[in-house]
């Protein structure tokens, strides 16, 4: 599927397509060779190769992507798992480059869970004056050579090329190939974190590995920069599953060290990309875990809890936060999540949502879950994200029907209720009469939640966020007095519904709820109710 429509010359006398810039192909089956002689459009300034399916083998040669895009400034090619995903561009290497007045407009590549020779990779180097951005994520090795970071980056030097941000690590598994010692796999690693500095000095993007996330890794990173930008972190797939369950394996206590350091970091105030693994447990400020939607698909593990220490209650300080990705781990309340997001980052244009098939919880019981979009569950506390433009949530990567787990009604909300048509009034009324029908239904819950509520020591809430609060935190604090309740999701329907003028979403203009791209949010509704309209 194409990000924008695509065009010809012809085409173009017929329609009023523009011309195509950017193209995502997201690829959930084995194309074989279909990748090396797809007919890329010349137009294309970005293009993005997601690779979906396990195969033993998966060749992209890089050259007809280049001779046929000669825009081309934005290249990623990404694996959902380390599976023989190999990238090969060989056609220059016998030329002389002393003689060759051939330069690639190209200005960032991105590759994870994809093996490139590094020889290769650095003929393309050779070629690439402009590059600003090259992360080499997760990188496959073969059994005849091992990539050398130290080697890569006097490259990069000695060409003169000046990145804005960098990234290399290797893929290593349980069972390496490799003797050791061997030279440091990730650039993250203390040896080699003074290297990329020299080559990205003035870098706000932070990058890396979330195997390397440590108190004294954080530590050194926060002096080498005054402010932050950029943060993402990844982590590896397995190699024999389709799915991560990684919680305890290699991202350890990375995602409470992000979480701690997101709370505590002055640097982050200016941060505008967040793209990490996340435990809700964490944003739980009061201990509301009851109603938990994911207790249903849990299951006894076989091996001894897992012990891990919870962060002191604190919020996020990266408040002007637009673009935010985020892998959920372990159990999840999802009035927790939503209600933290849209009071803790109210400037959010770009929401994505997903977590692993099977997780482990806190308790050391596998955990296999989904989204949860119902109403009560409080999807419908992101409605108060005014500049909220995209919304990319996976509810279940079991692909159940989204019909079978909710209705429309629960969803009614993200449609425009602004609508003059007679029938959009219609639904409007019903919706509207199907929600207080579904609150009503709440009662026993709410009284439940008054209940434990009363038993809290008087006060202990207001002391929480008392602690060192500057007053714009003691305000958000306040907004977040009933994080996790009913009663929160309840004051919220009946904002939506009640209150004069009030449009959910008003900026919403692209939205996936399961399908592989975004679309309008009516378009992607009517697709996924479209065999049980209720």
């Known amino acids: 599927m194409l990000t924008a429509n695509t065009t010809t010359s012809t085409r173009r006398l017929l329609y009023k397509f523009s011309l195509l810039r950017e193209l995502v192909l997201r690829i959930s089956f084995n194309l074989d060779d279909t990748l090396n002689t797809f007919p890329y459009p010349a137009t294309l300034t970005s293009l993005d190769l997601d690779l979906m399916f396990p195969t033993p083998t998966t060749i992209v040669d890089l050259d007809p992507i280049l001779q046929s895009c000669p825009l081309l400034e934005v290249l ?15 056609i220059l290497e016998q030329h002389d480059r002393q003689g060759q007045d051939h330069h690639l407009r190209l200005r960032s590549l991105i590759l994870k869970n994809i093996g490139f020779p590094q020889p290769q990779l650095e003929n393309v180097l050779h070629f690439t004056p402009a590059l600003k951005v090259l992360k080499l994520m997760s990188m496959e090795e073969d059994n005849c050579w091992t990539y050398d970071w130290t080697r890569l980056m006097d490259l990069i030097k000695t060409l003169g090329i000046q990145l804005n941000a960098a990234d290399f690590s290797i893929f290593s598994s349980n069972s390496s190939r490799f003797p050791e010692p061997r ?10 974190a003074p290297r990329v500095h020299e080559i990205c000095p003035s870098t706000t993007d932070w990058t890396f590995d979330a195997a390397t996330v440590t108190p004294s890794f954080l530590k050194t990173l926060s002096l080498r920069t005054s402010f932050v930008t950029t943060l993402e972190l990844y982590w590896k797939p397995a190699v024999d599953t ?13 995602p ?64 002007g936060l637009k673009t935010l990705h985020i892998e959920l781990h372990g159990n999840s309340n999802p009035r927790v999540l939503f209600g933290y997001i849209s009071r803790v980052l109210p400037h959010l244009e770009e929401l994505h949502i997903a977590r692993p098939y099977v997780c482990e919880s806190e308790s050391g019981s596998l955990v296999y879950a989904r989204i949860s979009l119902l109403l009560r569950d409080g999807f419908c506390l992101l409605s108060r994200l005014k500049h909220l433009e995209r919304l990319f949530v996976v509810p279940n990567v079991s692909e159940v029907a989204l019909f079978s787990v909710c209705n429309m009604m629960d969803l009614s909300w993200l449609l425009d209720s602004t609508s003059s048509s007679s029938s959009g009034d219609r639904n409007d009324i019903t919706y509207k009469a199907q929600r207080r029908k579904e609150v009503e239904r709440w009662l026993s819950q ?44 309840e004051e919220m329907v009946r904002e939506m519904d009640d209150s004069e003028g009030f449009r959910p979403l008003p900026s919403l203009c692209q939205l996936s709820l399961g399908s592989f791209f975004m679309q309008q949010p009516k378009v992607e509704l009517d697709f996924l109710f479209s065999d049980n309209l209720c």
Request: proline share 8%.
């Open 446 to 489: 709410r009284e439940r939640e008054d209940y434990q509520e009363s038993a809290r020591p008087p006060g202990s809430i207001e002391l929480l966020s008392c602690t060192n609060a500057s007053e714009e935190d003691r305000e958000i604090w306040h907004q977040l007095r009933h994080l996790g309740m009913y009663l929160d999701v």
């Open 183 to 192: 030279q440091p796999a990730s650039s993250s690693s203390p040896e080699l």
């Open 256 to 319: 409470r060290l992000i979480h701690e350091y997101l709370c505590t970091s002055p640097q982050l105030v200016h941060l505008r990309t967040l793209k990490a693994p996340i435990r809700v447990d964490y944003m739980d400020l009061f201990g509301r875990r009851t109603g938990n939607s994911t207790d249903n698909y849990k299951t006894v593990a076989t091996k001894p809890p897992i012990i891990m220490p919870s962060p002191h209650p604190a919020i996020w300080m990266c408040r």
């Open 76 to 90: 990623t090619v990404k694996a959902n798992r380390v599976s023989g995903h190999w990238m090969v561009w060989t």
């Open 242 to 254: 389709s799915f991560n369950s990684c919680c305890t394996t290699h991202l350890k206590d990375a």
